[in-house]
């Protein structure tokens, strides 16, 4: 007649676990690798559309106002009206543009008239790290390199 043990461990062991993570982690890290530069695009592709919808209200901006925003009044002119508005009855009911875009990181886009780098503006955003300067995702990315 035969005894079987009832009280058998039937979980994992504490190595088979640590074979499962090991190997989770490493695919998990595979998978981070090859879509990071999918990121990397659309946060560009991003910039680059908010930069052509600010360019395009800012244009309209200036055929108005027959110049561009101070630095002062800032992007916020386009979205409602100043008190420094030469042609008021102009400026249209819902604004120039709806919203103000944010970067990718959720920073407002930097705006700066006159400008430095530009022959009308300057409109950029410092990258990831909100720093000047930078490479990759880090770098600056603005209006001039589009010129």
């Known amino acids: 007649m035969k005894i079987l043990n ?23 890290t595979i998978v981070a690798v090859s879509i990071d ?6 946060n560009f592709e991003k910039i680059r559309a908010d930069m052509a919808n600010t360019n395009k209200a800012l244009e309209l901006y200036r055929f108005n106002e027959l110049t561009y925003p101070s630095t002062s009044q800032g992007l916020d002119a386009l979205v409602k009206p100043h008190s420094e508005l030469k042609n008021p009855f102009l400026y249209p009911e819902s604004g120039y543009i709806s919203s103000l875009p944010k970067d990718p990181w959720g920073r407002e886009y ?9 022959a009308k503006y300057d409109l950029y955003t410092l990258g990831a790290d909100g720093l000047e ?5 880090d770098a600056d990315v ?3 390199m589009q010129e």
Do not use: C, H
């Open 142 to 144: 603005g209006n001039w």
């Open 37 to 42: 530069p999918v990121f990397q695009r659309a």
């Open 6 to 28: 009832k009280n058998r461990n039937k979980g994992f062991t504490l190595i088979e676990l640590m074979a499962v993570l090991v190997i989770l982690g490493i695919l998990a």
């Open 133 to 137: 300067g930078g490479s990759g995702e």
């Open 110 to 118: 930097i705006y700066e008239y006159p400008s430095r780098r530009t």
